[in-house]
């Protein structure tokens, strides 16, 4: 069947329980989704540092195509964002700098080194997000870099942050539209930490100097992300998340992120998002799949995503949840990796915006229990995949899984000759 019949089917469908598709799908079309631009290159970046990756995060796999210079990892977005629907941003990291000389470190990264990602950007018509990349470096090779004993080591990060808060500001400006800049650092310990305040009072201090300087927050935003654990730091995280919701609490410009892999195994950040902003403008979320540990595993469409859309959309958040991926899996085709993902984080909005939103919360307050369970459960089971397809089609990307074919010739004409 035709995918605009079904989609007419799909649509009466729902008007009957008052649900308007074409509303959802205009609604869809607002909403960006900040695609990591890691998940092509195996989170190596261009720096030649010699550093492999580190910080307590893994990626295997070695599928063929992996992009090996910024041209072709620009490329690949490209092709990736062909076939995804909806408006993107890209996000990068400060490690796939382009610097002009090769004196530039860390420390001394500037706009410069990423303007040909701006150029990009500005083409593709989308935004860029940014992080600094407090891993895979010397020095960040004790597992410490915000919150090290070693004032110089400690300093060399702090300076990188700020590097990074006025190259993000700069990315905004290029691509007008406001970048968000998203700290993480890896610290922590394998072992038992037998003083935990300290470091954690060393990442508070260089939090403040980093955070000194006000910038236009018309361009850029800070975000901080928290962690439980990372491999070699099992025992203690000095960023955790009381640490970073109570920091982001105090400092109203900046917002606290939220990695679906970053909680304890049956925790999660669905439930979260809610809570924060009654306290909270905005937040990040790292949208992400932990499979046993924060394992970064491709996206699906499962009960956790949809919960997260779920979150979002029934209490009309989508302006203030930044919603940006985190994943990165070399097992598989790298560009089906991003296309799986974000178009599985864009069905899952989808999904939870085709929802009589009002009359199910006005059951609730009734406290009608039994029609809550019917109804909410019935409804799993109502025509989505037509209104997402008719949705792809009128976006001019392949609809169902024609896309995989697409990635296949891509794979055959570009990656596998690399
Ligand atoms: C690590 C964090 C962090 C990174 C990226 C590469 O556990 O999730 O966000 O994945 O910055
Ligand atoms: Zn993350």
Not at 93 to 109: N, Q, W
Not at 168 to 184: A, C, F, P, Q
Not at 263 to 275: A, G, L, Q, R, Y
Request: glycine share 6%.
């Amino acid at each position: 069947m035709s995918i605009e019949k079904s989609y007419e089917l799909a649509r009466e469908q729902y008007a009957s329980i008052g649900v308007d598709t074409d509303k959802a799908i205009e609604r869809l079309k607002n909403i960006p989704i900040s695609i990591h631009c890691w998940q092509g290159d195996d989170v190596t970046g261009f720096e030649n540092l010699g550093a492999s990756l580190d910080g307590g995060i893994a990626v295997t796999g070695n599928y063929p195509g992996k992009a090996k210079t910024p041209d072709q990892l620009r490329a690949d977005m490209s092709f990736a964002f062909s076939l995804i629907p909806g408006p993107k941003k890209a996000n990068i990291h400060a490690c796939y700098s382009e610097p002009k000389s090769l004196k530039t470190d860390r420390d001394t990264i500037t706009p410069e080194c990423f303007s040909n990602w701006a150029d990009w950007a500005v083409e593709e018509k989308i935004g860029l997000d940014f992080n600094p990349t407090c891993f895979s470096h010397p020095k960040s090779s004790d597992g410490l870099t915000l919150s090290h004993p070693d004032e110089g080591i400690r300093q060399f990060w702090i300076d990188h942050c700020i590097r990074t808060r006025e190259i993000s500001e700069y990315l905004g400006k290029r691509t007008g539209i406001r970048s968000v800049n998203n700290i993480w650092v890896p610290d922590g310990f394998k072992d038992n930490c037998y003083d935990k305040l300290a470091p954690r009072a060393r990442l508070l201090d260089s939090l403040n100097k980093i955070e000194a300087k006000k910038l236009d927050s018309k361009y850029t935003v800070d975000a901080v992300e928290s962690k439980v654990f990372g491999m070699g730091a099992e025992a203690y995280t000095v960023g955790s998340h009381e640490f970073y919701l109570s920091y982001a609490m105090k400092n109203p410009g900046v917002m606290v992120t939220l990695d679906a892999g970053h909680f304890h195994p049956t925790e999660v950040i669905s439930n979260k998002i809610s809570s924060i902003l009654l306290f909270a403008d905005e937040l990040l979320l790292h949208v992400s799949r932990p499979v046993r540990w924060d394992s970064d595993h491709v996206v699906i469409l499962d009960d956790e995503l949809i919960a997260i859309a779920q979150e979002i959309t029934r209490n009309d958040l989508e302006s203030r949840v930044n919603i940006a991926l985190d994943f990165f899996d070399a097992s598989i085709n790298r560009i089906a990796a991003w296309v799986i993902g974000s178009r599985n984080t864009q069905k899952a909005l989808l999904k939870a915006m085709l929802e009589p939103v009002e009359a199910l919360k006005k059951t609730e307050n009734e406290l009608d229990f039994t029609t809550r369970l019917a109804l909410t459960e019935e409804y799993k089971s109502y025509p989505f995949g037509a209104v997402w397809d008719y949705y792809c089609e009128n976006m001019g990307v392949p609809t169902r899984e024609s896309w995989l074919e697409k990635v296949r010739a891509y794979e055959r004409d570009v990656l596998i000759k690399r």
